[in-house]
């Protein structure tokens, strides 16, 4: 299996970052916001309100998913992760009326589809994971996500080295 390479991982803000960093899933998502901040600022005028709209979809996948993480209640680490899926959802609507106005194409649209579904197969084996982990009762009530492996992975192409 291939490792999934985040793209972040070397800024100083990624050092400093609390234990979500090593959620696959967060990573993913985050790559997934970097792209499509790259790739809206092309988009010219009578489409600034479309590429706002999707930088702040994108970037509200990774955000809940940290701020679901860190507020140390699996409650609500499940329910931020859903309102994530939500967030990843309104992007997916916004891909495709990207590609309908020719927007993204090509190559660009291939890699975008790309990372999408594969942030999208990612929170969902986290949110699988943590009801689990409800259900279970095996959920670690400290303040701080203790992951080990990462179960949501079992079934993808990649694989995260964990500390």
Same mark, same amino acid.
């Given at each position: ?70 507020? &140390?209640? =699996? /409650?609500? +680490? @499940?329910?931020? #992760?859903?309102? $994530?899926?939500?967030?990843? &959802?309104? =992007? /997916?609507? +916004? @891909?495709?009326? #990207?590609?309908? $106005?020719?927007?993204?194409? &090509? ?57």
């Amino acid at each position: 299996m291939a490792q999934y390479q985040y793209g972040g991982q070397n800024t100083q803000t990624f050092q400093k970052l609390p234990g979500y960093k090593k959620i696959v899933a967060w990573q993913a998502a985050s790559d997934l916001g970097f792209f499509v901040n790259q790739l809206v600022k092309s988009f010219g005028p009578g489409y600034y309100k479309l590429a706002d709209q999707m930088r702040s979809g994108a970037i509200a996948i990774s955000g809940n998913i940290a701020e679901g993480y860190c507020s &140390g209640s =699996l /409650g609500n +680490y @499940i329910r931020y #992760c859903n309102i $994530a899926r939500g967030s990843l &959802g309104e =992007l /997916g609507s +916004y @891909i495709q009326d #990207c590609e309908r $106005a020719e927007l993204i194409t &090509g190559n660009k649209l291939t890699e975008l589809l790309k990372q999408y579904n594969d942030t999208f197969f990612l929170l969902d084996r986290l949110i699988q994971a943590l009801i689990k982990k409800e259900q279970d009762g095996t959920w670690d009530k400290s303040f701080w996500v203790k992951e080990e492996q990462a179960d949501y992975l079992s079934d993808i192409e990649t694989e995260v080295e964990f500390p």
